[in-house]
């Protein structure tokens, strides 16, 4: 029998940890914003507990996640390990699941996901964890 490796990209073992439990979707308590904190170019962030591991794929209500308007992902998760996917960030507010909206990265690091965040667009927007 023969077994094939999978060559995992390096942000796979390159990124930030963030174990903010506020990101997690049922915090209501704060208005954080993410517009200065991860930069204009990104930066790879692996979500651990207790902040959960990966972003809600439907809007959350607004005031969840530590913030006022919540980041959620609108888009199909990478399937394959070692594989990258650029999907859109939407941010819930005023009656809108996608008022404000940016681009990420996330890759498949074969048992985890990480995400190339970008600072959000205003304030006070935040990613959402699950």
């Known amino acids: 029998t023969s077994t094939t490796s999978i060559i995992l990209p390096a942000q796979c073992s390159s990124y930030t940890t963030n174990s903010d439990s506020t990101r997690r979707i049922a915090y209501t308590s ?8 991860f930069g204009t ?3 790879w962030v692996r979500f651990v507990s207790p902040a959960g591991t990966t972003m809600p794929t439907s809007a959350p209500s607004i005031y969840a996640c530590g913030t006022d308007a ?3 992902y609108n888009g199909a998760y990478p399937s394959t390990a070692g ?18 909206s940016n681009s990420i990265q996330i890759t498949h690091c074969s048992t985890f996901y990480v995400f190339k965040l970008i ?3 205003v304030c006070n927007l935040g990613y959402c964890t699950v």
Do not use: H, R
Not at 30 to 37: R, V, Y
């Open 119 to 121: 600072n959000t667009p």
């Open 41 to 43: 170019t990104g930066t």
């Open 83 to 100: 594989s990258t996917t650029t999907g859109t960030v939407c941010y819930n507010w005023a009656g809108y699941t996608c008022n404000w």
């Open 30 to 37: 704060s208005s954080a914003c993410d517009s200065s904190l």
């Open 70 to 72: 919540p980041g959620w």
